[in-house]
């Protein structure tokens, strides 16, 4: 054996003999620890989404969808309605209101298309909308509270009969203030009959069709008014007129929903709301549209129309003639009829209908127009 291998073979048993004094040494000597457990398994996440549209970008992206295909849906005969509600999976649809002397066979109407964008089209039977004369008051039980129709204490509760004496009868929507003076609410064609009011004119309360009449029953005089555009190519968004009072209190009669909130609330499809008017006094309902575009009639002969953009549409049998001018506002009540964070906040301002459906302004840009705002309950005034 030659040197070399023999001094590899010394180290190798060296190293041999070294290892097992080492193993020996940790097998007697170390202490004694657990085993050591494999980590715990992490779960499988899958892997992340951008996340998709809000409901109110999804609402936003209708509304354009709608905005630019109006003109194309006006065209085709029998439409008078275009706006954006929901279906019944929460989803925004864009809504065509078709008179329903139109006729629409089973597939609807040619040139209405199913789908618009990525929304889907719903055309539904209305219409025509149109400003109603009053009608009669729903009778009234003794414990229902006082008849809307008639003639009321000073200061007289907001919802009850009002017009100028020159007109018919509508209802006093609620009290708004400019931070120093107070004012009575309504509708311009029921505090300027026939576009031809001025400033300065006397209103009362109630209405002349109920009875009122000038100096005995005067209210208040005419202030302010946005004049409707009588134009199927307008694009009026407020029927709303103010009239300087200390007369009217911001609450309703007894059976009534009591006071407004002075916050407002921006209508949705679906809402509950809810109205105290001169004909139907308390009434229940649901947004069914917003956003809409609506061709609505003024005049007993029918041939004037103006087309309204903007516009909230109320679902179902929620007003009748005489209720105009009436406010409408938010109901929010849980199953016990407690009531939530936003009920009776107004909506919108009631100014036409065909019956079935009730067409509004809404209340902010009433407001927004007069400079004032809802005196009501967290008013501060």
Same mark, same amino acid.
């Given at each position: ?18 290892? !097992? $004094? ?5 097998? #007697? ?9 494999? /980590?715990?398994?992490? /779960?499988?996440?899958? /892997? ?36 954006? !509600? ?28 199913? $789908?618009? +964008? ?76 026939? +576009?031809? !009011? ?8 109630? +209405?002349?069709?109920? !009875? ?31 009239? %300087? ?20 609330? #921006?209508?949705? /499809? ?7 008017? %001169? #004909?139907?006094?308390? #009434? ?17 002969? &029918?041939?004037?129309? +103006? %087309? ?13 003639? &005489? ?56 008013? &501060?005034?």
């Amino acid at each position: 054996m030659t040197p070399r291998r023999n001094l590899v073979l010394a180290v190798a048993i060296a190293a041999v003999t070294c290892a !097992g $004094v080492g193993l020996h040494w940790t097998l #007697t000597s170390w202490p004694t620890r657990p085993p050591t457990l494999p /980590p715990p398994s992490l /779960p499988t996440r899958p /892997p992340l989404q951008p996340p998709g549209p809000s409901a109110q970008e999804l609402l936003a992206a209708a509304m354009q969808v709608q905005s630019d295909n109006e003109s194309m849906l006006f065209a085709v005969p029998g439409v008078v309605g275009v706006g954006i !509600g929901f279906t019944g999976a929460g989803m925004p649809t864009i809504k065509v209101f078709v008179d329903p002397a139109a006729s629409p066979g089973p597939r609807g109407l040619p040139g209405i298309p199913e $789908v618009l +964008g990525l929304f889907p089209v719903t055309v539904e039977p209305a219409g025509p909308f149109r400003v109603l004369p009053p009608e009669p008051a729903a009778p009234v039980s003794a414990d229902e509270g006082p008849v809307p129709t008639g003639r009321f204490d000073r200061p007289v509760p907001m919802g009850v009969s009002t017009g100028h004496t020159r007109s018919t009868a509508g209802t006093i929507g609620a009290v708004v203030t400019d931070g120093e003076r107070r004012y009575a609410l309504s509708n311009w064609h029921v505090f300027v009959p026939g +576009g031809e !009011g001025q400033v300065g004119d006397v209103l009362l309360q109630p +209405g002349p069709v109920d !009875g009122g009449s000038d100096p005995g029953d005067a209210i208040g005089t005419l202030t302010a008014f946005e004049p409707v555009v009588l134009s199927p190519f307008a694009t009026n968004r407020i029927d709303a007129a103010i009239a %300087r009072t200390d007369e009217v209190l911001p609450e309703t009669p007894v059976g009534g929903y009591g006071s407004p909130r002075s916050a407002t609330l #921006t209508a949705k /499809p679906g809402l509950q709301v809810q109205k105290y008017g %001169r #004909t139907t006094r308390l #009434t229940v309902g649901e947004v069914e549209a917003v956003n809409a575009s609506i061709n609505v009639t003024y005049g007993s002969a &029918g041939s004037q129309v +103006g %087309r309204f953009v903007g516009q909230i549409m109320v679902c179902c049998n929620f007003s009748k003639g &005489g209720d105009s001018g009436s406010l409408i506002v938010a109901r929010d009540l849980d199953r016990d009829g407690n009531a939530g964070p936003d009920d009776r906040k107004p909506v919108a301002l009631l100014f036409a209908g065909d019956g079935r459906l009730t067409i509004a302004n809404p209340i902010d840009l009433v407001l927004d127009r007069f400079d004032v705002t809802i005196l009501g309950e967290g008013a &501060g005034r």
